[in-house]
């Protein structure tokens, strides 16, 4: 089992950057691969980005590109979001999740992780 615990949500305006924090516990937090997903009211969850066990590999969504960047650090067991220039339309509940599966391919997708945060809320106001 892991536990996942997100942190670092806000209310900002357009513009600003928020970072998002993911803290582990239970089995080794390097097994895993990370992903962040959101949900904004009345949408389906969406994928946002995601990281590799080491940390070398991060893939993204189109909207999180150049904006966004997912980070982690196994000796700390977190994984974080950084969200610059946010915009109104990166309102949402961001979840983070964990996965053993090793095929980057299917990273993109929540039913492809195991574990998932309680989600911390994100609001950018114009």
């Known amino acids: 089992q892991v536990q996942l615990v997100e942190s670092g949500g806000g209310l900002v305006q357009a513009g600003d950057s928020l970072r998002l924090s993911c803290a582990a516990s239970g089995r080794t937090f390097s097994s895993y691969a990370m992903g962040w997903f959101r949900q904004a009211p009345g949408k389906e969850r969406e994928f946002v980005a995601a990281i590799g066990q080491s940390g070398g590999l991060t893939y993204y969504a189109d909207s999180a590109k150049g904006r966004f960047t997912i980070s982690r650090d196994n000796a700390k067991n977190t994984g974080y979001l950084q969200m610059n220039n946010l915009k109104p339309e990166d309102t949402a509940v961001y979840y983070c999740?964990?996965?053993?599966?090793?095929?980057?391919?299917?990273?993109?997708?929540?039913?492809?992780?195991?574990?998932w945060g309680q989600g911390t809320q994100v609001t950018v106001s114009s």
């Open positions: 999740a964990a996965t053993g599966i090793r095929n980057s391919e299917r990273y993109f997708y929540g039913n492809s992780y195991n574990y």
